[in-house]
Structure formats: C-alpha cells, structure tokens
C-alpha cells in the first residue's frame, strides 16, 4: 500500500520558513563553489574550456537520475550558446547509443558520487577510444575521477533536504557549474546575440533577436520635412503618414530633428506659418537598421517615445512603432 503524506498542521505548515531555509542551505552550497573556483576547480574549468574549445567534436552530456537530468539541461544550454552539445543516457548508451560518440568528441560525466555503475561502459568506450573525459563529481577518489582527463570536483556541501537524502544543493551545483562552462566557452568564442538568434528563431525571444531592418517601415511611408517648412506643412505630414511625428531633413537631406503631435499641441498658439525647426527637437533617439529589436525597444522604453527614426549615414531611412514591437511580440 503506498506511503500518505501525514497531514500538515499549523506548526509545521510554515512553507515559506522551508522555503528559506532551502535557499540558504543552498546559498551556502553556492559559496564553497565560488571558494573552490577559486582553487584547483577553476583550474580544471580552464582545462576543460581549452579542451573543448579546440575540439571538432559536440560535447557528449550524460548522467544518471538527478544528474541526468541535470545534464540534459547543461547539454542544452552548451547547444543553445555556441557549443555543440548531445545528451546520452548511461543505459541507453550500453545498448547502442555508443554509437553516438566519436573520437573527436569531448564526454562531460556527471555523478555526485563517482561511482554510478550506469556509467562503466560508457566510460570504458571513452578510454578505449581515447576520447576525452571529464568528470563532475564530488568524489576526487572515485572511479569516474580516476579515470578522466579532466576532473571538476564539487564541495560537498550539505542537501537542503532535511533528511539529507534528496538531491538539491548538489543538483544546484552541478547546474550552476554546467551554467559558468557554456558561459565561459561563450566568451571564449565571441559568440554574440546575433548569433543566439540563430539558435532562438521562435517566441519572444526570437522576436528581440531579429533587427530593425526587418520590421521597419520605409520609403514612401516617412513622415519627411524640411526644416524650413512651416508648422502647417508639418501638420500637413504628420496627418497624412499617421505615426504622430515628422522627421525634419536639412538642405542635405540629413536628420535634423523631430517634431511630435506633443509638440505641436505644447505651441498651439503660434501661427501655422511659424517655421516649424523652432519648435523641433534636435537630438531624436536613433538606432540602426541592424540593431536588435530588443535594443531599440529599450531605447523607447527608457526614453518614453513611441517611434523610433531609423538611420543609416545620418540620413533616416525607417521608422519603428512600438505598435510594431507589440505586433511582433518583442515587448
């Protein structure tokens, strides 16, 4: 008959202190790897972002139970940042998924204890075929650290379960460790946002990595004036194009400014034949053509404007709406 959870009381209820007392067992957790990063793990981290930044091979993630779990995310997040990355489960491993692995890739073992026996055979394939090993564990002794390359060792910092058994700071650790390789090996690579957008086409995220250019609206849509025009000509434009704005051109064809429906109703007692570059705002927010969507929609969230002029070689060549990022789902 299965185990019922004995019901709650008042007492014992209180899931927030619980909640607090797992997040300092497991800050604890998080200040001994920083203490052991500072010593012989950061040195092994250094090895391995070496090792795997010259290989020609993916990264191969595997791990058992908690571990496998946790590496399946570490093997997602090295795919999803520059390093190309698979996870293989240890059993299904020992039943032809060796198959996956080549000599030129790098094996990153996961096991809190070092001596998972779902492992063995991947690990003697992996010495067999002299492919590089390394090990995340917390066992220097153990028989997955005796027999890699590389060996990342882990404090044993103490579960936040209270009974000391369920995996938690030690899961903590191996995906915070997992978190500082792809970041490190993403900086070592120079892998940049737009690169990202490759791996992130879909969602919002997808949307704020794809760039201006794309989603702007140009050429016969500008609301352009001369800034010698009048305040009346302006209207004029702002009326006709519909975004609330004019962009004011020199005798160059040149940005000079801006001039919004705000502005206008701010001097609405001058005379419509005022020249309209009195009242004009000199320096609008600009962005490129390839900049990021999130960019610019930082630049109007931080500004508080609702258009943003397109420029390229100082001229304007578009314009985006926040109305266009809220279509395209980036805000």
């Known amino acids: 008959m299965p185990l019922r959870a004995a019901p709650l009381d008042a007492e014992t209820s209180d899931a927030v202190a619980s909640a607090l007392r797992t997040l300092a067992a497991e800050r604890e957790g998080l200040e001994a790897l920083s203490s052991a990063l500072a010593g012989n793990l950061g040195q092994g981290l250094k090895q391995t972002v070496k090792l795997i930044g010259a290989s020609k091979g993916r990264v191969i993630v595997s791990g058992m139970g908690k571990s496998g779990h ?27 998924d060796l198959g996956m692995i080549q000599p030129v890739d790098v094996v990153l073992a996961l096991s809190w204890s070092g001596e998972t026996a779902e492992l063995a055979d991947l690990l003697s394939y992996s010495r067999r075929f002299r492919i590089p090993l390394v090990a995340v564990t917390s066992e220097r002794g153990s028989t997955l650290a005796s ?23 030690s899961t903590t650790l191996q995906v915070v460790l997992g978190d500082a390789l792809a970041i490190a090996l993403l900086e070592a690579r120079g892998f940049s946002a737009r690169d990202f957008r490759v791996f992130h086409p879909g969602g919002q995220l997808g949307a704020q990595l794809r760039h201006v250019r794309e989603v702007m609206h140009g050429g016969d849509q500008l609301p352009l004036a001369f800034e010698n025009a009048t305040i009346a000509e302006v209207i004029a434009v702002i009326s006709a194009k519909g975004y609330g704005c004019a962009f004011m051109l020199d005798g160059d064809g040149k940005l000079a400014g801006i001039i919004t429906d705000g502005d206008l109703r701010r001097h609405a007692g001058l005379p419509p034949k005022t020249r309209a570059a009195t009242i004009m705002t000199r320096t609008p927010r600009t962005v490129s053509p390839e900049a990021l969507l999130a960019e ?23 314009l985006v709406h926040l109305l266009d990022l809220l279509r395209k789902g980036v805000a």
Do not use: W
Not at 296 to 317: H, S, W, Y
């Open 296 to 318: 610019a929609l930082e630049i109007m969230e931080t500004a508080k404007i609702n258009v943003l002029v397109i420029v390229e070689d100082e001229r304007p060549i578009g």
């Open 147 to 169: 027999e890699a390359d590389i060996v990342l060792v882990l404090p044993k910092a103490r579960e936040a379960c209270p009974n000391r058994l369920a995996p938690t700071t």
């Open 70 to 96: 946790v590496g399946r995310k570490i093997a997602a997040t090295l795919a999803s940042t520059g390093t190309p990355a698979y996870f293989v489960h240890p059993a299904e491993a020992s039943h032809g």
